[in-house]
């Protein structure tokens, strides 16, 4: 079970994510706070999984909430101001919603705090677990349709679906297509792809990268976080990373 703190000065905030929370049946709400200083005075007393945070609150703001505490919680921002979203990463942060959260991205975030609550722990959290496709099924249910690619490999045509691609290399005159599971290559230019992908939640954050924005973990300095894996955010890249994770459009 997952145990989690919501911490936010509004109360429509905390009836939200409560309603998010009870439809999931491996989360339990432990506790509400509606400021810094009662969620500090709570994380001393109780034990807590996952805290969705607040960023502007009436005493503290979410950063600051996190530099008081010296092992905080699986962290995930809620929040109604885009303009922080890049340097919540960097505080280590698991994901970052933007006010009014949908239930399909509430979804994804959850599944982003299952992956690291099960690294961190040496397992994944019991009861049923949303999969990254079921997460990417959710996103469709609200509207987007499920897309695919077909990739070429070994004479052989391979039907991927997009939302599994985690991130994708040039590789000389071939790409390699990254997933969970396996690694594609393919004989073609990543500039081929990135036009095809740019719709579905793809980003070039380097001359030689190509990642999914949702597949990200982590953001540190100029370095994103897929899984185990860090890659280079280039230097004329940043902005356009920056405004894709603040206006939470894909």
Same mark, same amino acid.
């Given at each position: @079970?997952?145990?989690?703190? %919501?911490?936010?000065? $509004?109360?429509?905030?905390?009836?939200?994510?409560?309603?998010?929370?009870?439809?999931?049946?491996?989360?339990?709400?432990?506790?509400?706070?509606?400021?810094?200083?009662? +969620?500090?005075?709570?994380?001393?007393?109780?034990?807590?999984?996952?805290?969705?945070?607040? @960023?502007?609150?009436?005493?503290?703001?979410?950063?600051?909430?996190?530099?008081?505490?010296?092992?905080?919680?699986?962290?995930?921002?809620? *929040? +109604?101001?885009?303009?922080?979203?890049?340097?919540?990463? $960097?505080?280590?942060?698991?994901?970052?919603?933007?006010?009014?959260?949908?239930?399909?991205?509430?979804?994804?975030?959850?599944?982003?705090?299952?992956?690291?609550?099960? #690294?961190?722990?040496?397992?994944?959290?019991?009861?049923?677990?949303?999969?990254?496709?079921?997460?990417?099924? +959710?996103?469709?249910?609200?509207?987007? $349709?499920?897309?695919?690619?077909?990739?070429?490999?070994?004479?052989?045509?391979?039907?991927?679906? =997009?939302?599994?691609?985690?991130?994708?290399?040039?590789?000389?005159?071939? %790409?390699?297509?990254?997933?969970?599971?396996? *690694?594609?290559?393919?004989?073609?230019?990543?500039?081929?792809?990135?036009?095809?992908?740019?719709?579905?939640?793809?980003?070039?954050?380097?001359?030689?990268?190509?990642?999914?924005?949702?597949?990200?973990?982590?953001?540190?300095?100029? #370095? =994103?976080?897929?899984?185990? *894996?860090?890659?280079?955010?280039?230097?004329?890249?940043?902005?356009?990373?920056?405004?894709? %994770? +603040?206006?939470?459009?894909?």
């Amino acid at each position: @079970m997952i145990r989690v703190l %919501i911490v936010d000065d $509004e109360a429509p905030a905390h009836t939200v994510l409560k309603a998010h929370c009870a439809k999931i049946d491996d989360i339990e709400v432990v506790g509400n706070c509606y400021d810094g200083t009662s +969620a500090l005075t709570f994380l001393r007393q109780h034990p807590v999984d996952l805290m969705f945070l607040d @960023m502007q609150m009436s005493d503290l703001t979410g950063f600051e909430l996190l530099q008081t505490l010296d092992a905080p919680p699986c962290v995930v921002f809620v *929040t +109604a101001y885009a303009d922080y979203a890049l340097e919540s990463y $960097e505080f280590g942060v698991t994901d970052y919603l933007l006010k009014p959260v949908r239930y399909a991205r509430f979804l994804a975030a959850v599944e982003k705090v299952r992956r690291y609550l099960g #690294r961190v722990n040496g397992s994944v959290k019991s009861g049923p677990e949303v999969s990254p496709d079921a997460a990417a099924s +959710a996103d469709a249910s609200s509207g987007a $349709e499920t897309a695919f690619l077909s990739i070429k490999t070994d004479g052989v045509t391979e039907r991927v679906e =997009v939302g599994r691609i985690l991130y994708i290399e040039a590789w000389g005159n071939y %790409i390699k297509i990254h997933l969970p599971e396996q *690694t594609l290559v393919e004989r073609r230019t990543l500039s081929d792809l990135e036009t095809a992908l740019t719709d579905h939640g793809f980003v070039r954050i380097h001359k030689a990268w190509l990642v999914r924005l949702r597949a990200i973990d982590a953001i540190d300095g100029n #370095r =994103v976080r897929i899984g185990k *894996t860090e890659l280079p955010v280039g230097a004329i890249y940043k902005q356009k990373l920056r405004d894709l %994770i +603040a206006s939470d459009s894909v």
